[in-house]
C-alpha cells in the first residue's frame, strides 16, 4: 500500500567559508572549481573529516567559468566519491541561496539525509563581470556617464542603473546612502578587529599540507573610512546619480558551503547541529524593482509562518547597494540593531554566487554567539527577484 511521507527536519551541521577576496587580489588566480572544492573539503572536516554517504552536492553559481556542471567537478576535486552526484544552479545573485533551498527539500521530502551545499564566484576570472567592469570604465573615460533622462529602456542587465532609478523614485538620498554604508564599514571593521568571523572562516591554501596561506582574512574591509571619503565619491553609473563605488559593491571572490542532515541522521550520528532551517520563500518582481524584492520576500515568509517583524532577532539583508538596502528598511521597517550587525556586502564585498550562502553563515554564527533564537537572511537578485530564509537555534 502506497505510504504517505510527512516532511523532515533539516539541519545545519556545518558551515564554512573562505574569506572574501579583492578584485585581483589574493584569490583571484583560483579558479571556482578549486576554490569551490577547498571550501567542500573544508566543510567536512569541521564535521568529523569523514566521508559520510552523501545524497548530493548543490553549488550556486552566478557566472561559472566551468560551463561542464561547476558542482560535479568541484566535489570531485574535493575527493568526494564518485557515486555523489552534483547540479550547478543560476538564480543570478541568490544562486546559493537556492542551493540551499534545494538541499533542505530533498531531506524534506525524504530522498536524502546528508547533502552538501555552496555557492562560489570567482568574478576576477569572470570574462562577463570583467568585459562590463571595462566597458564602463571606458565609457567613463572616453564620452563621459549618461544623465539620469538619457538611461535607455533596455536594463535587464543593468543592476546598477535600476538601482539608481529606484532610488530616485523613492526619494533615498546620497546623503542616507554614504550614512548606511558608513554603518556597514564601521560594523565589518569591529567585526573584523573583534574576531567575530573567525568562527565562519578558514584561511585559503591551494594544499592542505602547504604552510603557505593565501587568504585568511576579509580582504575587502577598508582598515579606516571616514564619511569624507564616501562624500568626495563620483556616481559610478550616471553622473546626476548617488550611487558611487564605496556606497555600493565590487567585484569580489570567494566561496562558502554547508553540510544539512535530516533529524534521524544528526541523532543516528549523535551530533550536536548548529541551526535548524525553517523555511523560505522567493519572489519575482519588475526587474526595475529588484530592491524591493527582499522586503517582500521577507512579508511572505513571516506572513506564511505567523510571525511578525519583531519575532526576528537578527537579520541579514545582503547590501548589493545601500539604496537598495535602506528601500528594503523603509518598507519592512525592522530594528536596525538587528540587522547585519557585522556589516553588510558593502564592506565585506559581494562575490555574487557565494553571497546567499555567505550571509546565511554569517547569521548562524552571530545567533550562537548572541543566542538569537530566530535568524531570517534575505537578499535580492539581477532580473528582478528575491528570497529570504528562516532559521532557529536548537
Not at 38 to 60: C, F, M, P, Q
Not at 95 to 111: K, N
Not at 157 to 174: K, P
Not at 242 to 267: F, Q, R, Y
Request: glycine letters at 8%.
Amino acid at each position: 500500500m502506497f505510504k504517505k511521507r510527512r516532511l523532515n527536519r533539516v539541519f545545519i551541521v556545518s558551515a564554512c567559508r573562505t574569506p572574501i577576496g579583492k578584485t585581483a587580489g589574493s584569490l583571484s588566480n583560483i579558479s571556482d572549481v578549486k576554490l569551490m572544492a577547498l571550501t567542500l573539503s573544508e566543510a567536512i572536516k569541521r564535521l568529523d573529516g569523514k566521508n559520510h554517504r552523501y545524497d548530493g552536492v548543490y553549488i550556486g553559481s552566478c557566472f561559472p567559468h566551468e560551463n561542464y556542471n561547476l558542482a560535479r567537478k568541484s566535489l570531485l576535486e574535493a575527493g568526494m566519491p564518485v557515486l555523489v552526484p552534483g547540479a550547478t544552479l543560476n538564480r543570478t545573485c541568490c544562486s546559493s541561496m537556492e542551493a540551499l533551498i534545494q538541499g533542505a527539500r530533498q531531506i524534506m521530502t525524504g530522498d536524502g539525509e546528508v547533502v552538501i551545499v555552496g555557492g562560489v564566484e570567482n568574478m576576477s576570472r569572470s570574462p562577463h563581470v570583467m568585459k562590463n567592469a571595462i566597458r564602463n570604465l571606458r565609457t567613463r573615460t572616453s564620452v563621459g556617464l549618461p544623465a539620469f533622462n538619457e538611461i535607455g529602456d533596455n536594463l535587464m542587465d543593468e543592476v546598477g542603473l535600476c538601482a539608481e532609478i529606484s532610488a530616485r523614485e523613492n526619494n533615498i538620498s546620497r546623503k542616507s546612502q554614504d550614512e548606511a554604508a558608513f554603518q556597514s564599514y564601521q560594523n565589518a571593521m569591529r567585526a573584523k578587529r573583534k574576531g567575530y568571523f573567525d568562527n565562519e572562516i578558514f584561511p585559503v591554501k591551494l594544499d592542505s599540507t602547504s604552510p603557505n596561506i593565501l587568504l585568511d582574512h576579509d580582504e575587502n574591509i577598508p582598515d579606516d573610512i571616514t564619511m569624507d571619503m564616501l562624500s568626495n565619491e563620483e556616481p559610478i553609473f550616471i553622473r546626476d546619480g548617488t550611487i558611487t563605488k564605496l556606497n555600493a559593491t565590487s567585484i569580489n571572490d570567494g566561496a562558502s558551503a554547508m553540510i544539512l542532515m535530516s533529524e534521524k541522521m544528526v541523532d543516528e550520528l549523535g551530533l550536536n547541529p548548529l541551526v535548524e532551517y525553517l523555511d523560505s520563500e522567493t519572489v519575482g518582481v519588475h526587474y526595475k524593482d529588484f530592491s524591493k524584492a527582499p522586503a517582500y520576500a521577507i512579508d511572505r515568509l513571516l506572513s506564511k509562518n505567523n510571525l511578525s517583524i519583531d519575532d526576528i532577532d537578527l537579520f541579514e539583508c545582503n547590501e548589493a547597494y545601500a539604496a537598495q538596502f535602506l528601500l528594503c528598511r523603509e518598507m519592512i521597517g525592522w530594528n536596525e540593531n538587528k540587522v547585519n550587525v557585522n556589516g553588510g556586502s558593502i564592506a565585506l564585498g559581494h562575490p555574487l554566487g557565494c553571497t546567499g550562502l555567505r550571509i546565511c553563515t554569517t547569521l548562524i554564527y552571530s545567533m550562537l554567539r548572541l543566542n538569537a533564537n530566530l535568524g531570517l537572511a534575505s537578499m535580492c537578485a539581477g532580473g528582478g527577484m528575491g528570497q529570504s530564509l528562516l532559521f532557529r537555534n536548537i
